[in-house]
Structures are given as structure tokens and as C-alpha cells.
């Protein structure tokens, strides 16, 4: 007879269920072959629980694997839980971009990529995926260059454009515990909020390079000679093209660009115009 269950013990009891079912699949594919047994079922007495998608997941997953991001982890020190929650966490940012909480819920509520790792991640507490996204950003430069050295083999990149530009977001609280939590011009509307500014350098096929955090009142304009100076110690032969917005082509960048034998692409600012810097 059907029993009504508290919430968290129908939970539980979809998960062991699930649990068992898969178990009882690993015996069965080493069990023999057995002869075909049909049943007539009665297709409005069934009812569908724990519904799970797996069409992204097991894309994303491949992906890891092709690129050996997950022999990576462990090379970088990653255990077993950590890794799981690693590759977990990344998968559901590239499905149902969200929060650590968001990605949380979205692994043990509606995602089937336990199944295809045989990892349960109702095993693992929130804070886990809070502590591996602070794993992940510790090992942050190590992994963008294996990232980009892997993608740049795969698929036989040209290095001859980077295109580089900046935004900024915001906190909602304080962000005491941040040190680049500034106020400045919010790109959202919300310089009433602290806020940083975030980097990125693509090169001309649109796989990241590298990455950086600044403060939130930082100049854009002064960031770009960091940045391409820290991308210029890892691979000194290569001389790009760089392609820039109006926001950081000011004259003093472009003066730097001419004079370190870069080749560049600005939006061109009216001032820089009319001095004559850039026609």
C-alpha cells in the first residue's frame, strides 16, 4: 500500500533505491546471457522519480577525459572526493551556470552525472564544493596553462591574435574578506556595491589564455601591459597581434604596444584621433 513520506525520507529512500538498482546492473553485466522474459505493464500505474539528465553530462565529461583535465587534478594533488566535486563543479557551470549552492543542488537533485562516474554526490556537503572551488582557484595559473597548451595541440591554434578586454561585478554584502572589493564604476549599475574586475585574454579563436582578478576601482587602461607582459614570460617567441576596445586603447597603451613591437588593433578612442597617435 502506498505510504506518504516526509520529504526528506522519500529522498532518502529515491536515493537508496537508486542505489541498489545500479548495483544489481553491475552484477547483471557479468552475470550470462539469459533468455528474454516479457510482461505486460500497465502504463498509467507508473509514476517517473528521480528524473535525471545526462545529454550535457556525458559531452562535458568526455571532454575532461579527452583532455586529461582530470589526470590533471590528480597530479596537482586532487583526491578522489576532491576531484569528483572538481570535475562536478565544472560540469555544472558549463550546464546550469550558477553558484556553489546552485551547482550543489543541480549534482544531487536533477543531474545524472553520478551515474556516469559511479560517484554518489549526495555523499558530499555543501561546504565540499566550497572548498574545492577554492582548491581550483589556488591551482588557477597551472590550470589555465595546461587548459590552453591542451586546446592549443587539439586543435592546431594560431597564435597570432589576442583580444583582451575587461568587465567588472558586484557583491551584494560587504566583501570585507576581499581585498580586491572596491567601490568604482559599476558595469551593472551598482557602484553602491564593492566590486572587482575581471581580465581575460582570448586569442583569435576564442579559447581563453589567461585570467585575472583586479580591484574593483582599478584603471582599466593600466591592466594591459601586466597582462600581456605575465603572457609574454610563457611563451617568449610568440608576438601577437593585440586586439584592444576603446576603454584601454588609450595613448600611453598604444605608445607602449608600438614600442615593444606589438602589432595592434584598437578601437580608437576620438581623442587619440585628433592627436594623431592612431589614423
Given at each position: 500500500?502506498?505510504?506518504?513520506?516526509?520529504l526528506?525520507?522519500?529522498?532518502?529512500?529515491?536515493?537508496?533505491?537508486?542505489?541498489?538498482?545500479?548495483?544489481?546492473?553491475?552484477?547483471?553485466?557479468?552475470?550470462?546471457?539469459?533468455?528474454?522474459?516479457?510482461?505486460?505493464?500497465?502504463?498509467?500505474?507508473?509514476?517517473?522519480?528521480?528524473p535525471?539528465?545526462?545529454?550535457?553530462?556525458?559531452?562535458?565529461?568526455?571532454?575532461?577525459?579527452?583532455?586529461?583535465?582530470?589526470?590533471?587534478?590528480?597530479?596537482?594533488?586532487?583526491?578522489?572526493?576532491?576531484?569528483?566535486?572538481?570535475?562536478?563543479?565544472?560540469?555544472?557551470?558549463?550546464?546550469?551556470?550558477?553558484?556553489?549552492?546552485?551547482?550543489?543542488?543541480?549534482l544531487?537533485?536533477?543531474s545524472?552525472?553520478?551515474?556516469?562516474?559511479?560517484?554518489?554526490?549526495?555523499?558530499?556537503?555543501?561546504?565540499?564544493?566550497?572548498?574545492?572551488?577554492?582548491?581550483?582557484l589556488?591551482?588557477?595559473?597551472?590550470?589555465?596553462?595546461?587548459?590552453?597548451?591542451?586546446?592549443?595541440?587539439?586543435?592546431?591554434?594560431?597564435e597570432?591574435?589576442?583580444?583582451y578586454?575587461?568587465?567588472?561585478?558586484?557583491?551584494?554584502?560587504?566583501?570585507?574578506a576581499?581585498?580586491?572589493?572596491?567601490?568604482?564604476?559599476?558595469?551593472?549599475?551598482?557602484?553602491?556595491?564593492?566590486?572587482?574586475t575581471?581580465?581575460?585574454?582570448?586569442?583569435?579563436?576564442?579559447?581563453?589564455?589567461?585570467?585575472e582578478?583586479?580591484?574593483g576601482?582599478?584603471?582599466?587602461?593600466?591592466?594591459?601591459?601586466?597582462?600581456?607582459?605575465?603572457?609574454?614570460k610563457?611563451?617568449?617567441?610568440s608576438?601577437?597581434?593585440?586586439?584592444?576596445?576603446?576603454?584601454?586603447?588609450?595613448?600611453?597603451?598604444?605608445?607602449?604596444?608600438?614600442?615593444?613591437?606589438?602589432?595592434?588593433?584598437?578601437?580608437?578612442?576620438?581623442?587619440?584621433?585628433?592627436?594623431?597617435?592612431?589614423?
Open positions: 500500500m502506498p505510504i506518504e513520506l516526509d526528506k525520507l522519500e529522498r532518502l529512500a529515491q536515493r537508496y533505491s537508486a542505489l541498489v538498482i545500479r548495483a544489481i546492473a553491475r552484477l547483471k553485466e557479468g552475470a550470462a546471457p539469459h533468455v528474454a522474459d516479457y510482461q505486460s505493464v500497465d502504463m498509467s500505474s507508473l509514476d517517473m522519480v528521480r535525471r539528465s545526462v545529454g550535457i553530462e556525458h559531452v562535458a565529461l568526455e571532454s575532461v577525459r579527452q583532455i586529461g583535465l582530470d589526470k590533471k587534478l590528480e597530479a596537482l594533488g586532487f583526491n578522489g572526493p576532491q576531484r569528483m566535486a572538481a570535475i562536478g563543479t565544472i560540469i555544472a557551470r558549463m550546464a546550469a551556470p550558477g553558484s556553489e549552492l546552485s551547482s550543489y543542488n543541480w544531487t537533485e536533477h545524472g552525472l553520478g551515474e556516469l562516474v559511479d560517484f554518489d554526490f549526495e555523499t558530499l556537503n555543501l561546504m565540499s564544493f566550497y572548498r574545492v572551488s577554492d582548491q581550483l589556488k591551482h588557477k595559473e597551472a590550470l589555465e596553462n595546461f587548459l590552453y597548451s591542451r586546446e592549443r595541440d587539439l586543435f592546431e591554434l594560431d597570432v591574435i589576442m583580444l578586454d575587461l568587465t567588472n561585478t558586484y557583491f551584494e554584502g560587504t566583501a570585507e576581499n581585498g580586491n572589493a572596491s567601490f568604482g564604476k559599476s558595469k551593472e549599475k551598482r557602484s553602491d556595491c564593492p566590486l572587482v575581471l581580465a581575460l585574454v582570448l586569442d583569435g579563436s576564442g579559447f581563453p589564455k589567461r585570467s582578478v583586479f580591484a576601482n582599478v584603471a582599466e587602461s593600466k591592466t594591459l601591459a601586466q597582462m600581456i607582459e605575465a603572457l609574454k610563457k611563451d617568449s617567441n608576438v601577437p597581434t593585440v586586439v584592444l576596445d576603446a576603454g584601454i586603447a588609450t595613448e600611453e597603451n598604444i605608445n607602449w604596444l608600438i614600442k615593444n613591437n606589438y602589432c595592434n588593433c584598437p578601437g580608437t578612442p576620438a581623442s587619440l584621433t585628433q592627436t594623431g597617435v592612431w589614423q
